[in-house]
């Protein structure tokens, strides 16, 4: 078996021959991939399902097609994403050429999570290899069937000296994080983004960091609460609240809270029966600790259950529950949930609201149900995250027009589609100039003079060129 | 409380007052920086010439024009660059809001380097301003004049509480490094990015490092050399070679070794007269360890030009060296001096190999009339840029990216890149309640029927014109019935 440092000199050397340049090859291996995905639907479904118990309609939805999604929007749109960008010139510049090239990094590392193990590792992968570089991709160990299925299937379809799997825990992840790379992308938590951030700054390795944090959803003003129901619930259950955007807890007022509560309770029954449990559609708990974890939160929270609260430790199944009666400094208030747990907190105004969230860390999404366009404008304008979206939740990274990144403790650099493209990529800027003109050039050579400098200050202001 | 934990606080309370925010106070502030260099040009002057021997022609050609330009167009931008970005979207997001929202980040650190000790603090400042930020500054104290009137002047034209300026030395910056930043933008040397990225690492902090490096610089036999060699004589020795971008080291074929040799020569006389030592255009090495560090890089390779120096002075003529190799002492870091090695090789594929073993440079220069070999230059190397038939000028051009990329840097700024670096792209998509009908294709229970129409319509991608967007809406309006119908049928 090739130990890590033999894997990436033959990734290295794989790349500074230049195979992975030309547009044909990217295609190549993009379509490959995509034919992986295609021909082993059913692998990856069950694979999942045994990791997490994903619902086959979560895993086709959020692994699958959202993958088949960005490698044809990829192969779509690759021509024009390789082409040089002209810019805008002085009257100094006028007859040279200018323009940006994107050029790839090198060899990158794009290190997976759990939660979805397939999507936030190929999609990442698809911007890399679209830019041209040769990639390792570490998949969380966390999620073992998976981790064994993409390690099975990788090198049927991808060539083997551009990309490689590499896998293990902690142990080996620290190993691998010890050589150097052009461009590091990690899914994950806080605490492990800093070591991956200190092992980058060892080697002047830029890095994009995709964290999390705690995605508040306020609710105020006039608002259809069986609709927002509906959509809270979606995002929230989803994968059972094991989503890096899921809305973590909710804001709103007494009222609303009495007219959401029954809604929720409602809108759960419609989606999976009157006993959770026994529903195909609802996922587990990814692992005994995680489980333990989320029972010592409903342990000790000084809320009040009001819906659900049944949970199974062999099954690893935890009921979708509504906490009532939460204060800001809730058990469930200190970390990420990560999990089928919905605090609500009563707080009657919206600039309340709004302050407690600024008490918080900046989240990876931030969400707003309203009918009132002022108070969707409000939120969004009093507060920051990586992403917002009102009315709904998740949603918004399934767009690829829309860069999906963090901000502050959520991360930063963001990716999907062409940023995606641009997240791996070097802008280099190109400038060829002709050799004409050397008496324009004068103007800058010492001996320095008051005349020269004016000289040189007109034709080179950038309205200047509007004369032209 | 630490002085600069202190400034760190209050910079932080201020910004969240929310006063940057309004593009009019932003402005404002813009526009009294550029109250300060056009004002204080004399104090700027006599600084720069107390700290690295600059004329006032030279620092204003090299240090305030390029502060000024970037001011102005961030004034006339600024309304255009902070308005919501609108993106594509899906079949399903036809009748919603999707754009992307400029945001400050919140509080930057601006670490600037001694060699163009206004250039290279002000220039990301504009950005940070631009962007809605409270930022910071630090300026190098090896530049300890430029610093001094920094400190004691900005504050009269800019918001103290906004934009302290914090001067200091060693301590004083790791104790800044120990406070949380939202971004830290950093110019100088790799081996301090390296320390400063790793203070950023504690916090999560993202960072824009401009770094360094060696900047080769290649020289077809074919092409115009008189007309090559004077650009390349400007770009090294303006400010004594300390640049970033200056051409490092030079590469030619050992058949016009000799004419590169002496049209340089004929060009130092041309610009800096027989006595570069008593021209005023021609300044000196900041202070003496640098100047005993570069003296040492003559070692083992041959002057052919200049080559005397006053360390009293901190005087190093320019100086031009052969029987330069790869394993010469002066090849083995960034030269940042009065020194330019020639070293010979056989033609542009040795050049490439030679330029590919060494770490990436922030700029590769080429001197060729041959389009195609400078295309293969291109293909062929990686740098933060890459200039044909020219030194330096491609940082004045603000609609290009000014970054390194490996050693040399990561990030980028100027003009509206500036802006960018130092904003959040927040990513906003403003739905409706309404059309609840549709969504319900997502919702459990699941059936293969719903997952289906889910498959086609939740993830679709589709680049529309507002036109064919409205037709399309009309048509999707009446399939959606239609689906709602089947599905609350079934």
Known sequence: MESQSQVLERLRTAFESGVTIPEKFRRTQLTNLMSMIKDNEEQIVNALHKDLTKPKFEAILSEVDIVMNELHYALSNLTSWMQPEYVSKNLATKLDDCFVRREPLGVVLIIGPWNYPMQLLILPMIGAIAAGNCVVIKPSEVSAATDNLITELMP??????????VRGGPKETQALLKNRFDHIFYTGSQAVAR??????????????????????????????ATAAAHRLVWAKFFNAGQSCVAPDYVLCSKATRDALVPALRQVLEDFYGSDIQKSPDMSRIVTPKHWTRLMGLLNRTKGKVVVGGEHDEKDRYIAPTVVVDVAEDDALMEEEIFGPILPILTIESLEESIKLTKRKEKPLAFYVFSDESSVVKKVLENSSSGGFCSNDGIVHMALPGLPFGGVGNSGFGHYHGHWGFEAFSHRRAVMLRGWALEKLNALRYPPYSDEKLSWLRWTTSPKSCSIM | MSRQQLAVQRARKSFQTGK??????????????????????????????????????????????GVEGEIKLAIEKLAEWAAPRPVEKSLLTISDEVFMHPEPLGVVLIIGAWNYPWAVTLQPLVGAIAAGNAAVIKPSEVCCHSAKVMEELLPQYLDKDLYPVVTGGVPETQELLRQRFDHIFYTGSSAVGKLVMEAAARNLTPVTLELGGKSPCYIDKNCDITVACRRITWGKFVNCGQTCIAPDYVLCDPSIQNRVQEEIKNCIKEFYTDDPKTFED????????????????????????????????????????????????????????????????????EAIQFINEREKPLVIYVFSN???????????????????????????VSS???????????????????FDQLSHMRSCLIKQLKMEGV??????????????????????????????RMMLLAMFVGVASFVHQVLFQS
């Not at chain 2, 550029?34 to 004329?55: G, H, N, Q």
């Not at chain 2, 030009?305 to 002066?330: F, H, M, R, W």
């Not at chain 2, 400078?374 to 890459?386: F, H, N, Q």
């Open chain 2, 282 to 349: 021609y300044g000196r090495i900041i202070n003496k360890r640098h100047f005993k560090r570069i003296m040492a890089l003559m070692e083992g390779s041959t002057v052919v030009v200049g080559g005397d120096s006053d360390e009293s002075q901190c005087y190093i003529a320019p100086t031009v060296l052969k029987n330069v190799t790869g394993e010469s002492k002066v090849m083995k870091e960034e030269i940042f001096g009065p020194l330019l090695p020639i070293i010979t090789v056989s033609g542009v594929d």
């Open chain 2, 370 to 396: 041959d389009n195609k070999l400078i295309k293969r230059v291109i293909a062929e190397t990686s740098s933060g840029a890459l200039l044909a038939n020219d030194c330096l000028v491609h940082f004045t």
């Open chain 2, 20 to 65: 940057t925010k309004p593009l009019e106070s932003r402005i404002h502030q813009l526009r009294n920086l550029l109250r300060f260099v056009t004002e204080r040009r004399r104090d700027i002057a006599e600084a720069v010439k107390k700290d690295l021997s600059k004329s006032e022609h030279g620092t204003e050609l090299f240090e305030t024009l």
């Open chain 2, 439 to 468: 969504n319900s294709m997502r919702y459990p229970p699941h059936t293969a029927k719903k997952l289906g129409w889910a498959r086609f319509f939740l993830l679709k991608q589709i680049n529309l014109g507002r036109l064919r």
């Open chain 1, 156 to 165: 049927k379809y991808l060539s083997k000296d551009c990309y490689a799997v």
């Open chain 2, 400 to 418: 290009l990216p000014f970054g390194g990329v490996g050693n040399s840097g990561m990030g980028c700024y100027h003009g509206r890149y500036g």
């Open chain 1, 195 to 224: 070591v991956v951030l200190q092992a980058a700054a060892v080697h002047l390795t830029p890095v994009t960091l995709e964290l999390g944090g705690k995605c508040p959803c306020l609710i105020y003003g006039r608002v259809n």
